[in-house]
């Protein structure tokens, strides 16, 4: 039976399928169950709200998961399948990969935007009524960018326009408009970014506070990860070795941005942000 209370658990992982390479899958998969299982019904209803065919899948799954009447690596696959029957090209079977990117977007779907961007004035406040592109809770972080998410998040970049009230040159800003409850970065291979434990997003003057979940990595062609607990606690997980094991890191606190940032020698891909 579903419960809100928060459980204290260490993660179980999924056994790598060496038939059909599912280590995206595997380290995605982890992550989301691992925020699902420490607050059921919560995020049940979090993620159902989101309303794809995709999520469905999982939380059913799940729900089955902990009832011992299938697995983790049972649910993967049903969830790998159906990607596959209507995205062939993105998901293949096999010995060919995928990518997370493609993978939470189409799981979380791609048309619920959270912000916006629009031009606005610095000088006289003059803001432009286009919307120049609507953004979603999957936030690409590009090559060269120094700073936080949450700078991410907030950045004014300035534009090739110029105010048609004063003359000064326009900037994009964001407008944030919906409250997701998943926040996922794409972290570039060549960055300098520090990671952040927590993130404050202000949507009509309220606060929502996200904390950092999980973490993806990925070198020689396949993918690792690290699931945070909604009480700090780390464990690895690589699927490929590992199997269902999960080894304990410590506290994410006690983890410098260099160990946040690597892992085994991967690379930091996309860290994850679930609501609180």
Same mark, same amino acid.
């Given at each position: 039976?579903?419960?809100?209370?928060?459980?204290?658990?260490?993660?179980?992982?999924?056994?790598?399928?060496?038939?059909?390479?599912? &280590?995206?899958?595997?380290?995605?998969?982890?992550?989301?169950?691992?925020?699902?299982?420490?607050?059921?019904?919560?995020?049940?209803?979090? $993620?159902?709200?989101?309303?794809?065919?995709?999520?469905? /899948? $999982?939380?059913?799954?799940?729900?089955?998961?902990?009832?011992?009447?299938?697995?983790?690596?049972?649910?993967?696959?049903?969830?790998?399948?159906? $990607?596959?029957?209507?995205?062939?090209?993105?998901?293949?079977?096999?010995?060919?990969?995928?990518?997370?990117?493609?993978?939470?977007?189409?799981?979380?779907?791609?048309?619920?935007? /959270?912000?916006?961007?629009?031009?606005?004035?610095?000088? &006289?406040?003059?803001?432009?009524?286009?919307?120049?592109?609507?953004?979603?809770?999957?936030?690409?972080?590009?090559?060269?960018?120094?700073?936080?998410?949450?700078?991410?998040?907030?950045?004014?970049?300035?534009?090739?326009?110029?105010?048609?009230?004063?003359?000064?040159?326009?900037?994009?800003?964001?407008?944030?408009?919906?409250?997701?409850?998943?926040?996922?970065?794409?972290?570039?291979?060549?960055y300098d970014l520090n990671i952040q434990q927590?993130?404050?997003?202000? /949507?009509?003057?309220?606060?929502?506070?996200?904390?950092?979940?999980?973490?993806?990595?990925?070198?020689?062609?396949?993918?690792?990860?690290?699931?945070?607990?909604?009480?700090?606690? /780390?464990?690895?997980?690589?699927?490929?070795?590992?199997?269902?094991?999960?080894?304990?890191?410590?506290?994410?606190?006690?983890?410098?941005?260099?160990?946040?940032?690597? &892992?085994?020698?991967?690379?930091?891909?996309?860290?994850?942000?679930?609501?609180?």
């Amino acid at each position: 039976m579903a419960t809100d209370e928060h459980i204290v658990i260490q993660p179980i992982g999924l056994i790598w399928d060496e038939t059909n390479y599912s &280590c995206a899958y595997d380290s995605l998969i982890l992550i989301i169950y691992h925020i699902w299982i420490q607050q059921t019904m919560t995020w049940t209803d979090r $993620l159902l709200e989101i309303d794809t065919d995709y999520l469905r /899948v $999982l939380v059913n799954g799940f729900a089955e998961v902990i009832q011992a009447r299938t697995s983790l690596e049972n649910t993967r696959d049903d969830l790998r399948h159906l $990607l596959h029957e209507q995205h062939p090209q993105l998901f293949p079977m096999g010995h060919n990969g995928a990518s997370v990117g493609d993978l939470a977007s189409h799981i979380f779907g791609q048309s619920q935007s /959270v912000s916006y961007v629009q031009s606005m004035c610095l000088h &006289c406040q003059y803001k432009s009524g286009e919307r120049v592109r609507p953004v979603t809770f999957m936030n690409a972080i590009q090559s060269g960018f120094a700073g936080t998410a949450s700078d991410w998040m907030t950045q004014r970049t300035y534009t090739t326009r110029y105010c048609p009230s004063c003359g000064e040159q326009l900037v994009h800003i964001y407008n944030y408009v919906n409250i997701p409850s998943i926040l996922i970065f794409e972290h570039a291979h060549e960055y300098d970014l520090n990671i952040q434990q927590h993130i404050t997003l202000t /949507v009509a003057k309220q606060e929502t506070n996200f904390s950092l979940r999980g973490m993806i990595y990925f070198g020689g062609y396949h993918f690792t990860s690290h699931v945070i607990s909604s009480e700090g606690n /780390v464990w690895y997980n690589d699927g490929m070795i590992t199997g269902r094991r999960c080894i304990q890191q410590g506290k994410v606190e006690t983890l410098t941005n260099e160990n946040m940032r690597n &892992c085994q020698g991967r690379h930091l891909r996309y860290s994850i942000y679930a609501k609180q």
